[in-house]
């Protein structure tokens, strides 16, 4: 069963249509909702939470109908908004433990779940101090943490990585995946940045201006390019001679040598090579795909691409 389902689900405001005829279906996991700055994500969510009704269409979130069934969707899904939700002079345990009794949580349950979802976020320590005090990082595991505190089936995490500087985003990147992975909750994270969500997510749906443009397990973007990648201590240019000599295709990159495999018997030619030419391998990989070539070459995601998007190939020529 799909835990979110859309059908023609459409959106139109005054001026501007936010959703335009939007289908997709996505099974557990960790799913990634990828688009620029006002392509739809939060209004998807918000109809998805069953906060406002779509112009047109439907939706499914863990087969309940978002049109009739909200209140029982959002007992059963959690939800960390995109935009700065928390009061400065009040510390995350008061907080977590408020909006756990908010869903119907007893007092001593709510307690025990705060701590227990905060400790699970990494804000155990600091939390009794009041949240001004917290940084941009600490804030957002406190969203978190209270968007997981009831134990949700599904968690909505909007633009969860905002503000964070690169450090940052990786520890939440990392908890996101711990989400799916250790707890076994999904998660439908919107972000951006295609790329940060390649590491995290099963499963991205990509949407440009309201209408969807991709929906894709995360294993089939990033595919095994044809590309081995081989890395050697000394001797690169002996050794791309060499394979050129032997019949492959073989060009510089920084210091590796990208050869493009011809069948099993490449790794075989490298192999011989390195030994004959008493060479130190370090490496020798199979090139992925990233996801970003999606938008690199959005008429031929599947080609094979030796660099990532906007870093240079470096020494276009063969030997
Ligand atoms: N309540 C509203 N009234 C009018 N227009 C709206 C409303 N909410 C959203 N929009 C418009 O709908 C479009 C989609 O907005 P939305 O906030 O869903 O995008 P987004 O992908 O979440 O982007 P961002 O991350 O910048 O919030 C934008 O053009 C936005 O201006």
Same mark, same amino acid.
Request: no cysteine; charged share 25%; glycine share 6%.
């Given at each position: 069963m799909p835990i979110i389902a859309t059908q023609g689900l459409t959106m139109r405001f005054p001026g501007v249509t936010a959703l335009d005829d939007l289908t997709f279906a996505v099974e557990a996991g960790v799913v990634g909702l990828v688009g620029a700055n006002g392509a739809g994500k939060s209004t998807l969510i918000k109809i998805l939470l069953g906060l406002v009704p779509a112009s047109a269409g439907q939706a499914r979130?863990?087969?309940?109908?978002?049109? =009739?069934?909200?209140?029982? +969707?959002?007992?059963?899904v959690g939800y960390m908004p995109e935009y700065e939700c928390l009061p400065p002079d009040v510390s995350a345990t008061e907080f977590v433990v408020h909006m756990a009794r908010m869903t119907g949580? %007893?007092?001593?349950a709510a307690r025990e779940r705060a701590a227990d979802t905060l400790r699970h976020v990494g804000l155990y320590e600091e939390r009794y101090r009041p949240m001004g005090g917290y940084s941009t990082g600490m804030r957002q595991r406190?969203?978190?943490?209270?968007?997981? @505190?009831?134990?949700?089936q599904l968690v909505f995490l909007d633009e969860p990585t905002n503000g964070l500087d690169p450090a940052g985003r990786d520890e939440m990147l990392d908890l996101i995946r711990r989400i799916g992975?250790?707890?076994? +909750?999904? @998660?439908l994270v919107t972000s951006h940045l295609l790329g940060e969500l390649e590491r995290s997510c099963d499963h991205v749906v990509i949407i440009d201006g309201g209408r969807l443009l991709r929906s894709q397990g995360v294993a089939a973007f990033t595919a095994a390019s044809g590309v081995l990648s081989v890395e050697v201590e000394d001797g690169m240019d002996p050794l791309g001679h060499?394979?050129?000599?032997?019949?492959? =295709?073989?060009? %510089?990159?920084g210091r590796l040598l990208l050869v493009d495999v011809a069948g099993e018997h490449t790794y075989?030619? +490298?192999?011989?090579? @390195?030994?004959?030419l008493e060479l130190c391998l370090i490496r020798m990989e199979q090139r992925r795909h990233h996801i970003e070539e999606v938008f690199a070459t959005p008429q031929a995601p599947q080609a094979p691409h030796p660099g990532r998007p906007g870093q240079a190939v470096v020494g276009e020529g063969t030997w």
């Open positions: 979130v863990l087969d309940l109908d978002v049109a =009739t069934q909200g209140e029982s +969707i959002r007992e059963r949580l %007893p007092p001593a406190v969203k978190l943490a209270q968007a997981l @505190v009831h134990d949700p992975a250790e707890f076994g +909750i999904s @998660v060499r394979l050129a000599a032997a019949g492959l =295709t073989v060009r %510089p990159e075989d030619l +490298i192999r011989d090579a @390195v030994v004959d």
